[in-house]
Each structure stands twice: as C-alpha cells, then as structure tokens.
C-alpha cells in the first residue's frame, strides 16, 4: 500500500495558508532572553475568530461525473468559530505560558487538544530547562523544514492552518545552553512519547490511503464473519483504530542534540533526531497469502535523521538551507515494508523589491529515496512471505512517477495604507508530478485589533499520478473574521 498521504503537506502548508507572513526573512533561533522578571506578573491575552468557507466543486464521495453544480445555493458551505486564550506568569527566574484552544474539533474529539501548548521554563545563568506540553521548530527554513521531526501534525483540516497551528505539541523537556562566543547554542530535547500523525477519517479531506485501508479492514472483517460463529463474533468485536499502534509506550521515545551557532553573517547548525516517522507503514505480506483473511499489521517506521541547516544574508538577499539524511531499519531496500533510507533537502531566499512592500520569497525542498532499482525490481520480496511477482506496489515506498520529488513554493506579500491592506500570492509547483496549487489572499487591517481576510485555493492535477489528485475538487473560498485581544 503506498504511504504518501501528506509528502506534499509538509511542503505547501508552511506556505500556502499562513495567516501572515510578517516574519519571513528572519533567520532567528528561539532567542527569548536567559534571564527572569524581577517581580512576578501575570498577563493575558486573546483571541477569536470566525472562518467561513464555501467549496466549489462536488466532493468526491459524491459520484457523479459533472463536478460542477448547476447553481450557487448548490455550493456546500462551512462555518468554523473558535477562539485560543493565553496566560503568561513571569517571576524571578522562572515563567510559565499557557495557551488553551477552544473549538469544536478540541471539544468534541481531542480534547487533549484544549491545552495547545503549556511551556514552563527555569533560568539557571546560561542554561534554561523547560518543560511542557511543547512544540518545537528546528531548521533554518522558512515556515517550511526538513529537519522539524519532534510534533506531529492534525490534517483533520489538511494543510489549510498556518504551519505552527497545524503542529500537534507534545510533552518534552528541553534544556538549552548558551555559550559566550559565535553565539554557539547547545539544545537537547526528550519526549516520553510521540504524538502520530492525524488524519480526517470522514468528508472531503479524508486521505484515499485511509479509505482504502478502511475497505482492506471491512473485507477481511467480512471473510472472517463467513467462517462461522466464531469468525462472525472476532468481526463484530474488531475496530479498524486497533490496528495503528499505541505510540504512548517508552517504544516510541524521541530524543535529539542540535547545535547552533554564528559566523559572521553566517548562521549554522548541526541536529540528530531518534525517533519514529509520524504516519504507518502497512505489512501485507500475512493478509495478501491467507487470501484476506488476516489484518494488515501497521507500524510507525524508526528513523534517525542527521541534519545540517545554514541561513545568510548576501547582498538584499536572504539565504537559507538545510540538509537532512534519514536512516532507517531498512539500509538494504529490499524489506518492501519499511521506509528506505533517504535525503531530503531545503534551498531558498527573500528579498525585498523596492516598489510598495513587496517581497518575494522562494523555497525549493525535495527528497530522494535511495535503493529504488530495488523496489521496481521487486527485490527481497520472497524473503517477506510474498511473491516477488508485480508486487512493488505494496511497497510502502513505490511511486511509479519516480524516487525524487521536489516542490517551487513561490510566496508573494505587500501591503498598503500603512499596512492596513496586505495582498499576498502563494503558488506551488510539483515538479515531477505536475501538480500546480495558487492561494490567493487579502487582508485588512482597520486597527491593531480586527483583521477581515478573503482567500481562496485552486488546485489544477495533470493526471491521477499527481500527488494532489485526490483533493482536485476541494478548491475553496474562504472568508474570515479574527480579532486579537
């Protein structure tokens, strides 16, 4: 089964729906200062926000060949409140920050979801501890990483919130120390558990790769309830979530080191990550030879991932990068159940064009799978309990399109009226697949406090390979309320 739900959201997320992009072109670390409030303070803050939203094409559960509708009040429409409430303590030495998360999906679903992020933080002269409910970004890149392996990420919405809204936090300690020169900072980070992947598991952004899993789960069920009384009672007693794994064990720790400094203009760093990737692997092998009359079994894959990350500024331009190889269990290439090893890659820049406030920024990110002749060839497959025959479709990493997959995030911002006015474009382009995605978006400013924004997404496929293709007929317009207290 192929597991290439979201290679794609990790790279136009970052971009494509940002609320704002005020920060692009800063090339900063999490530089908050070393040293605690003389005096302890409390202080609080706000926000609410209204997104409603009406889809333009028929969904693709509707089956019906014309995809568009015959009028306006045909357009299926959502209407999405929420609202986030922040608490800051600053003491001597010490501070906390809470910030809690209210809206429908935190609720009714996740509940865990309510506390978004709870950091707390321990000055100790040039070490800083800290310990929370977290979420964390390693890179250089901007709003777009290869090296940012700790949270997971809630595609229940796909990619349509802002890259560290859509990160899941989870709990971690971290330590980071600062030395006097180069500013040359040590940093290390443990987690008990890793949060996976989330998926919509119903409506239009549901990932094909979970409904056919679903349809895999619900014809096995269906064999064994046909081999009698006992069959039929292991069938009604089976639920297709009992076949991802419980990632809160000690098995699924994550743990990394990464080391950041200054040369100059130069920014550089160095990481390593042990962990596990965030979205299953399928193992078929048992329910392809007993004839669908076994569960697939599901695994998230070990990996550990070596990264370099640099970021400069030459000229108005300004320069990042980062590297990451990513080894797993599977070096040979020939185990079709396991991610292969693989590189994957970040290069881009901002600059400002002198005409309004315009800036342009472009990333390129792609990857690379290593062994691929061995997984067109079918290689290692007999070993696996299955036939080598026309079986590397199965292979968790096969892509007949071909083991590189690089994307052209191009993003577009300027603003008028004193900042009251903010257009921006964002453009994708899938090299290999041809895929090509363009968000327009406006906002308006009248004050500090409310914003009012129109945006919209078209997504164009040149054919079923494109790794969009599913979501073809989601393109959307999008309007927007959010006021900050």
Known sequence: MKNKIFALAMIFCSFAFAQDFDDWGSFSDDTDGFGGGSSPSITFSGEGELQGRMYLDKPKYEDQKDSDYDSVSDFPVTAT???????????????????????????????????DELTIRGYFGKLKLEAGKMKVIWGKGDKLHVLD???????????????????LSTPMFRAIYS?????????????PYMEKDRFATDGIWTPDAYTELKNSVT?????????????????????????????????????????????????WGASYYYGHYKQPSADLSATILSGKTEMPSLEYDWKQTFGLEAATVLGRFNLRGELAYNLTDDVAGDNPWVHNNSIAWLAGFDVDIPVNNININIQETGTYIFKGDKIDDAEGFSSYGVMKSALKSYDVDY?????????????????????????????????????????????????????LTLSGMYIHCKDEDSEFYEWKDNSFINVGVNCKF
């Open 149 to 167: 392996n700790f949270n997971a990420d809630d595609y229940t919405d796909f990619i349509v919130p802002e890259y560290i809204d859509r990160r």
């Open 219 to 267: 014809e096995t069920a269906s064999n064994w309830a046909e081999s009698g009384t006992a069959g039929l009672m292991k069938a009604a007693q089976f639920n297709q979530d009992d076949l991802y794994p419980d990632t809160q064990k000690l098995k699924y720790t994550q743990a990394g080191l990464r080391i950041t400094g200054t040369f100059g203009s130069f920014d």
């Open 81 to 115: 409140p929420s609202a986030k409430l922040g608490i800051n303590f600053s003491g001597s030495n010490v501070d906390a920050d809470v910030q809690l998360k209210f809206d429908e999906s935190a609720i009714k679903d996740y509940p865990q979801d309510v506390i």
């Open 399 to 451: 892509d007949k399109t071909g083991y590189t997959n690089n994307k052209l995030v191009v993003n577009i911002t300027d603003s008028w009226m004193n900042d009251k006015i903010a257009p921006e474009v964002t453009a994708l382009w899938g090299i290999e697949r041809d895929d090509f995605v363009v968000q327009p978006k406006i906002a308006y400013k009248p004050n500090g406090n409310l914003t």
């Open 179 to 191: 030395f006097e020169k180069n500013d040359l900072r040590l940093e290390g980070i443990w987690t």
